[in-house]
């Protein structure tokens, strides 16, 4: 084939992951936990993936925390997140994550770690997902029931 895939060990805590996700164009990932004896909330941890050589010259992945953004106290379902960059184009980083309390979707810069949004689901949130569509941007929140689509304004 030409080409060989070796594996490389990311520091992340042990125990409780339910989540990975990643940004390329930024090289940053997302990994979110549920709650757990030292954390009493779900917590998205945004992370920057960087490499260096060794002195063999192969790369050597890792990565730093650069954010964490909090939940609520539970997370019985499986909740998938969504890191992306910011629709108005402006080099910005959004992070979109589940809470079963509130039943909703919540939007955060990334950089800043502010709240921009909670998108109410009325039911627990699935999954998550932005996109586009004739030039206009979307995120859809998913639950057990429906789809919720909200455009970006």
Known sequence: MGFTHWPHVMPMEPGGCIDFQTESSTRHCLVTYRPD??????????????????DAGEPICSCHSVQTFRGGPTCKLLTKSAIFQNPENDGSILVCTGDEVSNSALLWDAGSGSLLQELQANQPVLDICPFQVNHNSYLATLTEKMVHIHRWE
Request: proline fraction near 0%; glycine fraction near 0%; avoid cysteine.
């Open 37 to 54: 004896k030292n954390h009493s909330t779900l917590r998205s941890v945004l992370m920057e993936m960087s490499y260096k050589l060794d």
